[in-house]
């Protein structure tokens, strides 16, 4: 596998920014291209785009520009733009490209993959961040980790070796999984229970950490997942859920989940990734889910309203 050197970046919320900033500063800048369509990069172009008070130095390109294709794409949308987005890497993938989609969920490396191979797609999960976005503006303390790896557990191959190594050689927070499947429930059902109860009871993650009413249904909404985990072969348990109540543990008090600051910014959520999931899964396994459907119904009602 030859050594990555160029890398495309296509979204640019809490992660995109995030890592874009941090990848800037380790890359030669025409080795970085960040993605998006015209008007978004007039925008950026003439507001700027900052990570903790700095404006990023990115260099932007547009879905319709050809060139060489990148060593590495990294996909950082949310998953209601996923679509778009997988449209619009079409002329920055080539044979040897590897993808990275830092999404949250379960389901989009599948989708990546139908279009452009799963021998072009490693598995991964960011974990770790406690990013607020206000307009153009991202602040963190913990930038997080990239947790990836391939899709057969036990498995190290060739690109994930090179993957690793261009963490490595850049200097961002890294962590070479060998059970990824598992890695990527694990976050579902943290995303499961953290970002939901968090935009239900309009607390940060501090209202989270504490004992409460929050708390009770958060952790209940997570357990929900452990069985269904077990029916789709990739079985979690209260081992699992202890340690992702650890991640949460780390983030700092005044940070929010992105579903949050999406349902305060007006936007629409990701909500039919998360509940949305567990109570399809649910049905399709003849299992309940009831704190999951009462956070559905929930945030349903909430979107968009003031």
Known sequence: MKEIKTTAIIGLGNLGIAYGHHLSKHMLRENLRIIADQNRILRYERDGVYCN?????????????????????????????????ISAIKHHVGNHTIILSALNGISSEGMIGEVYGVDKVLYCVAQGMDGVKAGNRLTYDHMGMLCF?????????DKTRA?????????????????????????????????????VYLCNYGGLQQEGEARESMIAAMREVIPLSEKAGYPLTEEDLSYWLGVLGSLRPEGK???????????????????????????KYGLEAPVNHELYKKIKSMEFLD
């Open 53 to 85: 008070g700095e404006r990023c130095d990115f260099r932007y390109v547009t879905p319709e520009e050809e060139g060489e294709p990148a060593d590495l794409v990294l996909i950082t949308v949310k998953f209601q733009n996923l679509i778009e987005a």
């Open 149 to 157: 790896g391939d899709g057969e557990a036990g498995v190290i191959s």
């Open 163 to 199: 993957v690793e190594a261009f963490f490595q050689k850049t200097n961002l927070p890294h962590e070479l999984e060998t059970d990824m499947m598992k890695r990527l429930w694990g976050k579902f059902m943290m995303n499961v229970g953290v970002n939901q109860t968090a935009s």
């Open 257 to 283: 989940p992105s579903m949050q600051q999406d349902m305060e910014g007006g936007k629409s959520t990701e909500v039919e990734l998360f509940s949305g999931t567990v109570i399809a899964l649910a049905r």
